[in-house]
């Protein structure tokens, strides 16, 4: 199975974006890495007191802009030619690569302010990254059901972006299908504290749980002989419920929750709408089952 699906790349991003470099790694670090997304390159030397004070909040600032820039950190004493080639007079200096080269930097300590502002001016300097394109080649991916070429493209953004949602979404979907729970969850781990309501996200997270419930690959078959011969019989019904959404049939698993409602409203501790609440988080507010679902819901409860 790819790396992608064991959660390599998504858990490794991070630890991407600050490296340190030197003479022989700066073709691929700098120049090569900067045409995917911009580098900032930090010239220091441990005895260079500034160093100290500017080094440590541009890694803040790398960090925060998650995954929109990355840093590589390039001692001068360990690399005179380099510092020489790109005329380092004095240190700390600064240079932000895009697209392969050199567009803009400073030398000295600035305040952290200043250096959020360097960044988010470099970071605007970047090309269309064609995130949008990627994401709807990996969300076609999945839709045909390729969850492996799906997973490549999601975590291809999510190391360009490490933040990115639908992404996040996306490969943590992807391990579901390819039944790595565990991984899905640190996956989904990754979503930022204050986007843990974002749809995609929810969605991703009911997915996880109702592939988690026991029971949820029961035999269709069995269900459906035991339900014709008993249509009272809303255990069997609401399992086969389960049993068609893991199907894919999401109208015939709606059909069976409202037939329970119909029957008794408060079985099993109102188990059926329950049910069909957590089928509308994980199949998206606007796929057309949720919506249609949600219409024949309202309508039996308001009626």
Partial sequence: MSDILLG????????????????????????????????IVDFWAPWCGPCKQLGPAIEQAVMAAKGKVKLVKIDVDENQQLAAQLRVQSIPAVFAFVDGRPVDGFTGALTQSQIIEFINKIVAMAP????ESALAAADSALENNDPLGAAQIYAKIIQHQNDHLKAIAGLAKCQI???????????????PPSK??????????????????????????????AVEANPDDHQA???LAMAMNQENDRGAAIDHLIKIMEKDKNWNDDAARKQLLQFF?????????????RRRLSTLLFS
């Fill in 177 to 191: 299908v390819a039944g790595e729970f565990d991984l899905a969850r640190k996956t989904l781990a990754l979503t």
């Fill in 281 to 293: 988080d994980a199949w998206g507010f606007a796929d057309p089952s949720s919506v249609a679902g």
């Fill in 237 to 239: 019904r609401f399992d």
């Fill in 8 to 39: 390599g790349n998504a858990q490794n991003a991070l630890k991407d974006l600050i490296k340190n470099g030197d003479t022989k790694s700066f073709a691929v670090d700098v120049i090569e890495a900067s045409k995917q997304v911009p580098v």
């Fill in 196 to 225: 843990e309501n974002d749809p995609d996200i929810i969605s991703a997270r009911a997915s996880l749980e109702l592939a988690e419930l026991p029971g949820s690959n029961s035999e269709t078959a069995s269900l459906s002989a």
């Fill in 128 to 131: 269309d990254d064609g995130i």
